[in-house]
T-cell receptor, first 116, second 109 residues
Framework: ETGVTQSPTHLIKTRGQQVTLRCSSQ?????VSWYQQALGQGPQFIFQ???????GRGNFPPRFSGLQFPNYSSELNVNALELDDSALYLC???????????????FGPGTRLTVL | TQLLEQSPQFLSIQEGENLTVYCNSS?????LQWYRQEPGEGPVLLVT?????EVKKLKRLTFQFGDARKDSSLHITAAQPGDTGLYLC?????????FGPGTRLSVLP
C-alpha cells in the first residue's frame, strides 16, 4: 500500500509568482485535504476535495485554489504569492468523507514553500 | 472562531521522567485527535477520543477527553528519546479539523 506522497519537497518562489503543489493520495482514499503549517504553529485547514469537488474551505483567500483528479490525486494552486505564504503545505487523504474524527487522515511529508 | 490552546509550548525532560501536556478550548468538539509530528514529516495520528470522560491508553501514552468535550490531556510515562517531537491536538468541528499550535517535546538521554 502506497502512502501519501507530495511534490516537490522544497520550493522557492518570489512575491507575485504562482505555485502548484501536488499530492497523490493513499491507495483507496477518495478524499484529500490541504493544510498550511507556518513555522511554530499547527496546521491550518485550507480546503478539502471529495470526488473532484470542493467539500469545505477554511479561512483562506480565493487565490488559494485546488483540483482533484479522477484518480483522487490533487493539486493546490496559490496565485500572487505573498511573503506570509511561506510555510509547510500538508496534504492528507482519508478513505471516506463525512464527520471528521470518524475516520483517520493520513498526512504526506509536506512541501516546504519559501517566498522571497 | 474555534481556538485550541496547548500547554506547555515547549518541554524538555530527562529520559525516564513522566509528563503531561494539555489541550484546551472554549468550544465543544465532536471528537478530538492527538498527533505526533517529527521534523520533515507530516503529523501521524496517535489516537481519537469521542466520548466525554473517555480514557485511552497506547503503551506508555494515556489520553483523556474532558467530560465536557472541551479539553484533553496526554500523559507519557517513563519518556524515551524516541518520544521527542511536536504533539498536536486537533478538534473536529463541522467538516473541519482545527489544530492547536502544538507542544514541542524534547526527551534527553
Amino acid at each position: 500500500e502506497t502512502g501519501v506522497t507530495q511534490s516537490p519537497t522544497h520550493l522557492i518562489k518570489t512575491r507575485g509568482q504562482q505555485v502548484t503543489l501536488r499530492c497523490s493520495s493513499q491507495s483507496g482514499h477518495n478524499t484529500v485535504s490541504w493544510y498550511q503549517q507556518a513555522l511554530g504553529q499547527g496546521p491550518q485547514f485550507i480546503f478539502q476535495y471529495y470526488r473532484e469537488e470542493e467539500n469545505g474551505r477554511g479561512n483562506f483567500p480565493p487565490r488559494f485554489s485546488g483540483l482533484q483528479f479522477p484518480n483522487y490525486s490533487s493539486e493546490l494552486n496559490v496565485n500572487a504569492l505573498e511573503l506570509d505564504d511561506s510555510a509547510l503545505y500538508l496534504c492528507a487523504s482519508s478513505p471516506i468523507v463525512g464527520t471528521p474524527g470518524k475516520y483517520t487522515q493520513y498526512f504526506g511529508p509536506g512541501t516546504r514553500l519559501t517566498v522571497l | 472562531t474555534q481556538l485550541l490552546e496547548q500547554s506547555p509550548q515547549f518541554l524538555s525532560i530527562q529520559e525516564g521522567e513522566n509528563l503531561t501536556v494539555y489541550c484546551n478550548s472554549s468550544s465543544v468538539f465532536s471528537s478530538l485527535q492527538w498527533y505526533r509530528q517529527e521534523p520533515g514529516e507530516g503529523p501521524v495520528l496517535l489516537v481519537t477520543v469521542v466520548t466525554g470522560g473517555e480514557v485511552k491508553k497506547l503503551k506508555r501514552l494515556t489520553f483523556q477527553f474532558g467530560d465536557a468535550r472541551k479539553d484533553s490531556s496526554l500523559h507519557i510515562t517513563a519518556a524515551q528519546p524516541g518520544d521527542t517531537g511536536l504533539y498536536l491536538c486537533a478538534g473536529a468541528f463541522g467538516q473541519n479539523f482545527v489544530f492547536g499550535p502544538g507542544t514541542r517535546l524534547s526527551v534527553l538521554p
